[in-house]
Each structure stands twice: as C-alpha cells, then as structure tokens.
Nanobody
Framework: QVQLVESGGDLVQPGGSLRLSCVVS????????MSWYRQAPGKERELVSV?????????KYVDSVKGRFTISRDNARNTVYLQMNNLEPEDTAMYYC????????????WGQGTQVTVSS
C-alpha cells in the first residue's frame, strides 16, 4: 500500500531552522507532483510548496514562505524535503506531505503529518 511518512517536526525558537522529510513508498515516486501543506489550529489547510515530478524542475511557494523555505526531492530515496529557515511563530502548524499524479490515472495521497511549533 501507499505510505507517506513525514518526520523532522519539532519545537524551535523564532529564527531557527528545521528540515522536514517525507519518505514515500508504494508508488512510482518520480511520476508524482509532491507538495507540503500545513494546518494551524482553527485554520484551513494551506498549500505551502509544490515541486513537479521527474526532475523537480518547477517549484512554487505560498507568498508567506518565499525566501525562507525550500522544497526539494531525491527520487533515488523516494523522499521530498522542506527546508525551513528563519522560522516565525506564524509557521506553527501540522505539516502534511501530499502526492498527486495528474491525468487519466489520477491519484492522490496524504501523510499523517509532523508538528512544527515555533515559540520562544
């Protein structure tokens, strides 16, 4: 079965850094567009960043994280990363990994999430 397992969430002070990882199994990883979403208490789930399939040549970010977060993927390790620098309290949320395959064989999967808390 398909599994997306996130890790790397932690409690960090403002200005700190974290790297989230999402290891994927059960699908042909390189074909999938990978994304990171986040959801803070009382708020809707928000798309944070996207990276295209195959070589990952296309990336996108929500405005609030541009210049601070970097998404990347390692197809040999079936893993997508989110490097988060200069973290702010507003980044506090549960972070979720998402995989989607577009087209006639559309399919999508979610991970269970990893908690990021930014607080002094």
């Amino acid at each position: 079965q398909v599994q997306l397992v996130e890790s790397g969430g932690d409690l960090v002070q403002p200005g700190g850094s974290l790297r989230l990882s999402c290891v994927v199994s059960g699908l042909i990883f390189r074909r999938y567009t990978m994304s990171w979403y986040r959801q803070a208490p009382g708020k809707e789930r928000e798309l944070v960043s996207v990276i295209s399939g195959a070589g990952g040549g296309t990336t996108k970010y929500v405005d609030s994280v541009k210049g601070r977060f970097t998404i990347s993927r390692d197809n040999a390790r079936n893993t997508v990363y989110l490097q988060m620098n200069n973290l702010e309290p507003e980044d506090t949320a549960m972070y979720y990994c998402h995989a989607v395959l577009s087209g006639t064989n559309w399919s999508a999967y979610w991970g269970q999430g990893t908690q990021v808390t930014v607080s002094s």
